[in-house]
């Protein structure tokens, strides 16, 4: 999983960067311009995986992980400026994620300017989603010009339909994007889809809006009415140096000075998740104990498969015991004597927390 964080100019993108990934990346302020991206992987944080681990003292622990990008380079413009804050480059450095962050600045700070000159979050989150919808809408028109050519062709034309069931998707779409309004929100099914993933628009992604607050501030209230959408706040440069203190226990103390029952990193994490519409399942052992990241709705021969191919093509059945019920018995051997652990076909949809060990053959 990748996710994209953008924003405007000091907006503290980097410095969110750096609470999500424990990072030390330069957050000094700059005007912005420079096309740049900071990646790091990180383990994604999970008590389950840590209680597991205590069960059955494996060899070796594995958490999901996570890759974010903090993508440097929009521009501020002026109020009636359309369209011209995003580069070819940072379009392309956007569209290679799975889900956006966008951090809204919602903090004063004098030594830090406002490259619009005042703070206004409202403002700034509706130039972004600008942004996006006008780089989506530029990419439909050019290939509605592109497919009528090809069209006029007439049946002859080995593509024909398929190009003639596009044409008709990005007919209906544009102007619903024509409107301002973002892909995210547009009913498509399926195999519709399927059809314009490869164009990765920028506005179909699903996208969290992080307000970055001053220390002492509460959360910002904020109502966005889009699909696949949330929001949340985030004391960015508090949170970013307890997240680099190397001790727990100082992070504890100072997290406990500002009436903080969690970092960051875990909640945007679980709302991140809900957005993309994913879910973790685990395998245990004595070699491992392991985190397994799949898409919600998943059934057992996929999940399977997301171990190894072997796996599902050589699928027999699946022994699964939920994560809750087996801490609550306390072992394997006890969860089965309590008939907590149920025998599943290739069909059984995985509920996030199931713990999972795959019967099969390969001949």
């Known amino acids: 999983m990748r996710i994209g964080i953008v924003g405007l100019p000091n907006s503290g993108k980097t410095t969110v960067f750096n609470v999500l990934t424990g990072g030390r990346a330069p957050t000094a302020a700059y005007t912005g311009g420079t096309f740049q991206v900071n990646t790091a992987v990180v383990d994604v944080p999970d008590p389950r995986v840590d209680r597991l681990s ?8 594995t958490y999901a992980r996570v890759e974010y990008a903090d993508i440097a380079g929009f521009t501020a413009g002026s109020d009636d400026r359309r369209g011209v804050g995003l580069s070819g480059e940072l379009m392309n450095a956007i569209a290679n994620n ?27 989150v509706e130039i972004l989603d600008t942004e996006l919808t006008l780089s989506d809408l530029s990419k439909i028109e ?31 779409l544009k102007p619903h994007v024509e409107q301002g309004l973002p892909i995210r929100d547009f009913d498509l099914t399926p195999d519709e889809e399927k059809r314009l ?23 910002y209230e904020f109502d966005y009415q889009h699909k696949r959408s949330g929001v949340t706040s985030v004391k960015g440069r508090l949170e970013m140096d307890i997240a680099q203190l190397d001790s727990q226990d100082d992070r504890a103390v100072f997290m406990e000075e500002y009436g903080l029952t969690e970092l960051s990193i875990a909640r945007i994490i679980r709302e991140s998740y809900n957005l993309l519409g994913r879910m973790v399942f685990f395998t245990t052992g004595e070699d491992e104990v392991r985190a397994w990241e799949v898409s919600s709705g998943s059934n057992a021969v996929e999940c399977a498969g997301a171990i190894h191919s072997d796996l599902a093509r050589g699928f027999i059945r699946a022994e699964i015991i939920n994560y809750e019920d087996l801490v609550a018995a306390g072992s394997t051997a006890a969860a089965k004597s309590v008939g907590k652990m149920r025998l599943e076909g290739k069909d059984y949809i995985v509920q996030d927390g199931d713990i999972i060990v795959v019967r099969f053959n390969v001949g």
């Open 197 to 219: 993933r490869g164009y990765q628009f920028l506005s179909a992604k699903p996208l969290l809006i992080i307000f970055n607050l001053g220390d002492e501030a509460e959360a």
């Open 54 to 61: 205590e069960m059955y003292r494996p060899k070796k622990i």
């Open 142 to 172: 050019n290939r509605l010009e592109r497919l009528a050519v090809s069209l006029k062709k007439g049946k002859a034309l080995p593509t024909f339909e398929e190009d003639q069931k596009e044409y008709d998707i990005l007919v209906r």
């Open 98 to 124: 799975d889900a956006l962050l966008h951090v809204v600045r919602a903090f004063e700070d004098n030594k830090v300017p406002h490259p619009l000159e005042r703070v206004d979050p409202r403002r700034d």
